[in-house]
């Protein structure tokens, strides 16, 4: 999965681009797109995520947190946030719906025969 698609997808979610965490969610969905991250602990991507960034993990779990509440909270196009990440309050799970959708949208159709 390409950085900018990342981005692009949390831009269109209207999710501040000024926060922390929007680095944070990106570095997460590109690692979780690693075959050995796919099952993984939190702790472990937040931790790697941190390493990736100078911070410990509880800075990126709060951050991501953060830039969770800030898109819903936003008034943005509540469909693309929906679809995207939902409404639940749960950081891994939001973040594990939004590349879970992100794959199945990127991964190349099969040609009809």
Request: aromatic share 10%; with cysteine; net charge neutral.
């Amino acid at each position: 999965m390409e950085r900018e698609v990342v981005e692009n997808v949390l831009l269109s979610m209207g999710t501040p681009i000024r926060l922390k965490g929007f680095k944070y969610v990106v570095d997460s969905i590109l690692l979780l797109d690693k075959p050995e991250w796919s099952n993984p602990k939190w702790t472990a991507l937040y931790g790697c995520v941190g390493t990736l960034n100078n911070v410990n993990y509880s800075t990126v779990e709060s951050a991501i947190r953060t830039v969770f509440r800030s898109t819903r909270d936003r008034n943005c196009d509540y469909d693309v946030i929906n679809h995207y990440i939902g409404f639940d309050c749960d950081s891994s799970s939001s973040l594990m719906r939004l590349y879970l959708t992100m794959k199945k949208e990127t991964r190349p159709q099969a040609e009809d025969t």
